[in-house]
């Protein structure tokens, strides 16, 4: 990280601490976070300087006089594009939440905007500089590159994004986001994670950091990914047989004991909780057959030590280097965190938590290593940790102490 | 809000904090932008050497504390190392008041210009929180925006008024320390 990048993230925190101490008398400023602040005052002589910087902005601002010389009227922003050569000085933030529409004519319009807004760009920059794009804890974003490219951001994602004139390339920092490529044969998009890099040929595709591994799923389309050099495995060229990830049923879900047999109370169908249903439509049979017959076309590795992956195909780069077996799955199975869907397969309660913890501001903690490696299977609505909470209750005794406002604890019950 | 809320929710402000802020940033001893980095070094091992439960009490009190004696400081070392000459007092006399040159239209203009590189919304929340003095909350309910949506376009301004006032302020704030 270069210099004036870490005084931007330390201008960040800053102003975080100001607006959340900021005028507040010591009273009102919880034991905590008076120490925590000061524990990070006292991390840097930079942090100190850039608190006084945001001291300053704030006092600025205060005298300003100037005030009806802008307008109030915002409602016509479209906050879901970033304008990302930061030609105009200044970082882009598109606001979270807002769902780009997929029907063409909005994307036509999004396209045209973003055209507008690239022309003028083109009008002031004098050069692209590379733009970050982060998420925080349960926020999740859909921004819309200038060169068309939409991509979804989960929570605390952070992507560095370098739109050249030769080439487009998107650094993952952290967390998983998804990949609409628009095509543009003259300029390669690139997504670098870890050592792995990933080129795409105009496609869709998800790129996760998960536990220092990268996984590289393919929804549309196909992808180039290099990992480095001569660390493909021998397995990497062989198809697994159809039994894989995306033969298995879906949108059950299932309590099981650390043994893996399934709960009697919930049982493997439709299970007695409600949400387990509405997921059921998008993860259809159809998409599994498509699923099964994209699989069987052979996929080559590529000349210069380059794998390549087309749809419904997932690979897992490891901490090492070493790519995994390339896996056939059903990419929106595999990919439904991009639709805010939580898929859990005889995962741990304690994984399942820790995935949930990243999606919401309220904080799940499974109490007791029994419960901890208890392991569920289902599909759940990340935003909506309740309907976890409820499964879990429905197939376990449990109990379930709300700690404030910020955190859910469930212990194994008496 | 009314005019009269609005000062009563600024004064608020003045009477928590401004004054040790205002010192640092206006007394005698005012800094100029550019000296904010080597102010923040100097209050950061001041703040080494204190206990840190001490700190804890009330954290932001100390730090200005801390910059405007060193700001003062600073001015007085100066103040004696420099030839007292006829063009320098003069310079003093000229401009012994940062508020004045607050109020000059260059500065005011100088802030619009940064505040120009705001999102119109972003500007819109900044406008509400410093103008009429309204809390975050009613600035979403007058806005129609969620309150983190609010609080989100709080954070990113900052950043950015910070890089532009930090380069451009400089020259308008050539008080203080020589």
Known sequence: ?414 | MSPASAHKSLSEWFRRWRSPLRKFLVGRGAVRVADLDDIGQEVFLRLLRYESAEVIQHPQAYIFKMAANVAAEWAIRSRHRLAHEPRWLNSLVAHDSVEEAFDSQVVQREIKRALATLTARECAVVRLYFEEGLSKAEIALRLGLSLRVVQRDFETSYPKLRRELALKLTGALSHGRE
């Not at chain 1, 903690?365 to 759940?380: C, N």
């Open chain 1, 1 to 414: 990280m270069d210099v004036n990048e870490r005084r931007a993230r330390v201008t960040e925190e800053a102003t975080h601490w100001w607006t959340r101490l900021g005028t507040k008398a010591p009273a009102e400023v919880s034991e905590v976070d008076r120490q925590e602040f000061t524990q990070w005052l006292r991390e840097s002589p930079l942090h100190v300087a850039e608190l006084l910087h945001v001291a300053h902005v704030h006092d600025v601002l205060e005298r300003f006089k100037l005030w009806n010389e802008f307008p109030l009227e915002t409602q016509h922003e479209d906050d879901t594009i970033i304008a990302l050569p930061s030609s105009l000085g200044s970082e882009g933030k598109a606001v979270g939440g807002g769902r780009i529409n997929s029907n063409r004519r909005v994307r036509f319009l999004l396209a045209a905007s973003v055209a507008a807004l690239a022309i003028l760009a083109g009008w002031l920059a004098v050069r692209t500089n590379a733009t970050t794009v982060k998420t925080v804890r349960a926020e999740r974003r859909e921004v819309m590159l200038t060169d068309g490219t939409i991509v979804n951001l989960e929570p605390e994602t952070t992507l560095r994004v370098n739109l050249g004139k030769h080439q487009r390339s998107i650094a993952l920092t952290q967390g998983r986001a998804l990949f609409h490529v628009a095509k543009d044969s003259a300029r390669p998009f690139i997504v670098h994670a870890g050592s792995t890099s990933v080129r795409a040929l105009g496609t869709i595709f998800g790129v996760e950091q998960k536990k220092q591994n990268i996984i590289v799923t393919v929804s549309e389309g196909k992808v180039a990914i290099a990992p480095p050099a001569g660390l493909l495995s021998a397995s990497s060229s062989s198809n697994l047989p159809l039994t894989a990830l995306s033969e298995r049923q879906l949108p059950t879900q299932r309590q099981d004991e650390t043994n893996g047999t399934d709960y009697p109370s919930v049982g493997s169908g439709k299970g007695s909780n409600s949400m387990a249903s509405p997921t059921s439509n998008i993860l259809s049979a159809n998409v599994e057959r498509e699923a099964q017959r994209v699989g069987r076309n052979a996929m080559a590795s590529g000349e210069a030590g380059e794998l390549f992956l087309v749809a419904n195909q997932q690979v897992t780069i490891q901490k090492s280097g070493a790519a995994g077996p390339v896996e056939k799955v059903d990419s929106s199975r595999a990919l439904a965190w991009s639709e805010g869907l939580l898929v859990f397969d005889s995962t741990s309660l304690s994984e399942v938590a820790e995935e949930f913890n990243h999606y919401n501001q309220v904080q799940l903690r499974i109490r007791g290593d029994t419960l901890g490696h208890r392991t569920i299977s289902g599909v759940f609505k990340a935003s909506d940790p309740q309907t976890i909470i409820d499964f879990i209750s429905a197939g376990v005794h449990v109990v379930v102490t709300h700690q404030g406002s910020g955190e859910i604890v469930i212990s194994p019950g008496s």
